[in-house]
């Protein structure tokens, strides 16, 4: 269950310290926040016409909140929202006050200045509260809730994805999947499934100590036992991570999976279970609860013939037909023998129109480091994954009903917890306006814990923007290569030139005729010429001597200082 709270808080100084703290609470999604009694109250109203489900969780009141008194808002709130739990924040602690807050039907008291243990604890406690009054009030409608479902029988999508065999790339499939769906604004959670060999903490480098065997032994699974096991990663994602002891993942058998992916469900919007190669009992209970289920396989006969034998187990074990599964294509060729209509004619499934292709050098870094999440955006691998995310649904704005701003008011607390402020206030009324409900840009991890978010109009200013940055800085170094080696063309050709004038000089003075004037005919204008003709060192021999002005880049703009010299002799004819 994701918890709403909407915060009223009357002081800018408070209000920017409690959204702080807010936005570091794990499930938690922050609504705009609302500045005096008259707005929220207005906020609640509009929340609530869609429904109980529609409105928070919990609200936070302050002591100085106003017009109103703050005890007189507590008590409105808990008799028109009877399914909200109200905490009373407050920098006095006394009984008194804490006697006259529960008299009012508050359901807790938070002492000011708010700190992530104390509120966690606070909040915590009165979203259980409210989920069970939830819970209660849909029974008596005649509904039915499912055990760990979220209130108003909502509940999250459920992917499976398991390979065909070892090394096929599930893993990687499953991460790259969920990071997709968790930058499009959605709360995801991603389960390692495969319980003796996951390796979903390896690749995206976290160090834990809860994993889903320390839920199974446990009847009711609480939000916030959940919140417990559940690993916050930087990047949005809830990560339920398998055992580091191998043989601890046989206590998580079929009962054990299915409640504790149910529970999942509840809380997140899409959960991604990484179920591995190996059909174990909670595998199996997780793929046929699954809303789509995705089998990874490379273009090749053995894992072609391992993805028959994986879909035909599942038929005979009445797990998923054939016709339920989409296969993925990984490593994929245009010269591939394989190509996915033949392998979605041999397994039966339905192939995905997206392939993956072979990226061995694009992965090996974010494989090595451990940083999956930073494989490069440019990457064909991320890419292609990224684009099945979108044709599978599931990097799409999740679909609410109207009325329902939960999903943009997730985005806003991942764009609060990015830049590290308050987010923007609500408008008046207690609505949401369009840039507030505008879906954020994914954000980049840098090193040391830190984040780059994108332009929210794509990668205008994101890695177009770096390349042509790169590509100004590096020009004039271009340009100055360029015209060193132009110049030193034009300087062997001067030299050419020179040689070619001499020699034609020669041979004309020796015969008789104008030295100069042949040394000159053949010679460019741009290039300017001094011929220097008469007797050769040795007896009966003619020399000519030609010097020639190097230009400067353009010849006939300008000539460098120094010139080049040829002589050639030529034996006299009498």
Same mark, same amino acid.
């Given at each position: 269950?994701?918890?709403?709270?909407?915060?009223?808080?009357?002081?800018?100084?408070?209000?920017?310290?409690?959204?702080?703290?807010?936005?570091?609470?794990?499930?938690?999604?922050?609504?705009?926040?609302?500045?005096?009694?008259?707005?929220?109250?207005?906020?609640?109203?509009?929340?609530?016409?869609?429904?109980?489900?529609?409105?928070?969780?919990?609200?936070?009141?302050?002591?100085?909140?106003?017009?109103?008194?703050?005890?007189?808002?507590?008590?409105?709130?808990?008799?028109?929202?009877?399914?909200?739990?109200?905490?009373?924040?407050?920098?006095?602690?006394?009984?008194?006050?804490?006697?006259?807050?529960?008299?009012?039907?508050?359901?807790?008291?938070?002492?000011?200045?708010?700190?992530?243990?104390?509120?966690?604890?606070?909040?915590?406690?009165?979203?259980?509260?409210?989920?069970?009054?939830?819970?209660?009030?849909?029974?008596?409608?005649?509904?039915?809730?499912?055990?760990?479902?979220?209130?108003?029988?909502?509940?999250?999508?459920?992917?499976?994805?398991?390979?065909?065999?070892?090394?096929?790339?599930?893993?990687?499939?499953?991460?790259?999947?969920?990071? +997709? *769906?968790? @930058? =499009?604004?959605?709360?995801? &959670?991603?389960?390692? %499934?495969?319980?003796?060999?996951? /390796? #979903?903490? !390896?690749?995206?480098?976290?160090?834990?100590?809860?994993?889903?065997?320390?839920?199974?032994?446990?009847?009711?699974?609480?939000?916030?036992?959940?919140?417990?096991?559940?690993?916050?990663?930087?990047?949005?994602?809830?990560?339920?991570?398998?055992?580091?002891?191998?043989?601890?993942?046989?206590?998580?058998?079929?009962?054990?999976?299915?409640?504790?992916?149910?529970?999942?469900?509840?809380?997140?919007?899409?959960?991604?279970?990484?179920?591995?190669?190996?059909?174990? +009992? *909670?595998? @199996? =209970?997780?793929?046929?609860? &699954?809303?789509?289920? %995705?089998?990874?396989?490379?273009? /090749? #006969?053995? !894992?072609?013939?391992?993805?028959?034998?994986?879909?035909?187990?599942?038929?005979?074990?009445?797990?998923?037909?054939?016709?339920?599964?989409?296969?993925?294509?990984?490593?994929?060729?245009?010269?591939?023998?394989?190509?996915?209509?033949?392998?979605?004619?041999?397994?039966?499934?339905?192939?995905?129109?997206?392939?993956?292709?072979?990226?061995?050098?694009?992965?090996?870094?974010?494989?090595?480091?451990?940083?999956?999440?930073?494989?490069?955006?440019?990457?064909?691998?991320?890419?292609?994954?990224?684009?099945?995310?979108?044709?599978?649904?599931?990097?799409?704005?999740?679909?609410?009903?109207?009325?329902?701003?939960?999903?943009?008011?997730?985005?806003?607390?991942?764009?609060?917890?990015?830049?590290?402020?308050?987010?923007?206030?609500?408008?008046?009324?207690?609505?949401?306006?369009?840039?507030?409900?505008?879906?954020?840009?994914?954000?980049?991890?840098?090193?040391?814990?830190?984040?780059?978010?994108?332009?929210?109009?794509?990668?205008?200013?994101?890695?177009?923007?770096?390349?042509?940055?790169?590509?100004?800085?590096?020009?004039?170094?271009?340009?100055?290569?360029?015209?060193?080696?132009?110049?030193?063309?034009?300087?062997?050709?001067?030299?050419?030139?020179?040689?070619?004038?001499?020699?034609?000089?020669?041979?004309?003075?020796?015969?008789?005729?104008?030295?100069?004037?042949?040394?000159?005919?053949?010679?460019?204008?741009?290039?300017?010429?001094?011929?220097?003709?008469?007797?050769?060192?040795?007896?009966?021999?003619?020399?000519?001597?030609?010097?020639?002005?190097?230009?400067?880049?353009?010849?006939?703009?300008?000539?460098?200082?120094?010139?080049?010299?040829?002589?050639?002799?030529?034996?006299?004819?009498?």
């Amino acid at each position: 269950m994701t918890i709403r709270i909407l915060p009223a808080v009357g002081d800018p100084g408070t209000a920017r310290a409690v959204a702080g703290v807010l936005a570091g609470l794990p499930g938690v999604t922050p609504l705009p926040g609302v500045g005096d009694s008259e707005r929220l109250l207005e906020a609640l109203a509009a929340l609530g016409a869609g429904g109980v489900a529609q409105l928070p969780e919990v609200v936070l009141v302050h002591e100085r909140l106003g017009p109103v008194p703050a005890l007189e808002i507590v008590r409105e709130i808990a008799l028109r929202f009877p399914a909200t739990g109200v905490i009373l924040m407050s920098a006095d602690a006394g009984p008194a006050l804490y006697a006259a807050a529960m008299d009012c039907g508050a359901r807790g008291l938070a002492i000011l200045p708010p700190t992530y243990e104390e509120l966690g604890a606070r909040v915590q406690a009165a979203a259980h509260w409210a989920d069970g009054v939830r819970r209660h009030l849909g029974a008596a409608a005649g509904g039915t809730a499912e055990a760990g479902a979220a209130p108003g029988g909502e509940r999250g999508t459920l992917v499976a994805v398991v390979g065909a065999k070892g090394g096929v790339g599930t893993t990687v499939t499953a991460v790259q999947l969920a990071l +997709a *769906a968790s @930058a =499009a604004g959605r709360a995801v &959670a991603l389960v390692d %499934l495969d319980l003796q060999s996951g /390796d #979903v903490a !390896s690749y995206l480098d976290v160090q834990f100590r809860r994993s889903i065997a320390d839920l199974a032994g446990i009847s009711d699974i609480t939000p916030r036992v959940l919140a417990d096991a559940v690993f916050p990663h930087p990047t949005g994602l809830g990560l339920l991570l398998a055992p580091a002891e191998g043989e601890r993942g046989e206590d998580v058998g079929e009962p054990a999976a299915r409640q504790i992916t149910a529970a999942l469900r509840g809380r997140y919007e899409l959960v991604v279970a990484d179920c591995g190669t190996q059909i174990t +009992a *909670a595998g @199996a =209970a997780v793929i046929e609860a &699954a809303d789509l289920a %995705l089998l990874v396989t490379t273009p /090749d #006969v053995v !894992s072609v013939r391992a993805a028959k034998r994986m879909v035909r187990l599942w038929e005979r074990l009445r797990i998923r037909t054939a016709e339920e599964t989409t296969t993925v294509v990984n490593r994929h060729t245009r010269s591939a023998e394989i190509q996915p209509p033949l392998i979605a004619r041999t397994t039966g499934t339905r192939a995905a129109r997206t392939t993956v292709p072979a990226g061995y050098k694009e992965l090996q870094g974010a494989v090595d480091s451990g940083r999956m999440q930073d494989l490069d955006a440019r990457s064909g691998v991320r890419q292609a994954l990224w684009t099945l995310a979108g044709e599978l649904g599931l990097a799409a704005p999740p679909r609410t009903a109207a009325g329902d701003h939960r999903p943009a008011l997730g985005g806003l607390r991942r764009r609060r917890a990015i830049e590290g402020g308050a987010g923007p206030a609500a408008p008046a009324g207690g609505g949401t306006g369009p840039e507030q409900l505008s879906p954020v840009p994914p954000a980049t991890a840098l090193p040391g814990g830190r984040f780059r978010r994108r332009d929210r109009f794509g990668d205008r200013f994101g890695d177009r923007g770096q390349v042509a940055v790169e590509f100004v800085g590096i020009l004039p170094l271009i340009l100055v290569a360029l015209a060193v080696v132009w110049q030193c063309v034009l300087v062997g050709y001067s030299y050419s030139l020179a040689g070619h004038a001499a020699d034609k000089g020669a041979r004309a003075g020796a015969v008789g005729r104008d030295c100069a004037a042949a040394a000159r005919a053949d010679m460019p204008k741009s290039w300017h010429t001094e011929p220097s003709c008469g007797p050769g060192p040795a007896a009966g021999v003619y020399s000519a001597s030609v010097r020639v002005k190097v230009p400067v880049l353009f010849p006939g703009a300008a000539d460098w200082p120094w010139t080049v010299e040829s002589t050639a002799g030529v034996a006299r004819e009498d």
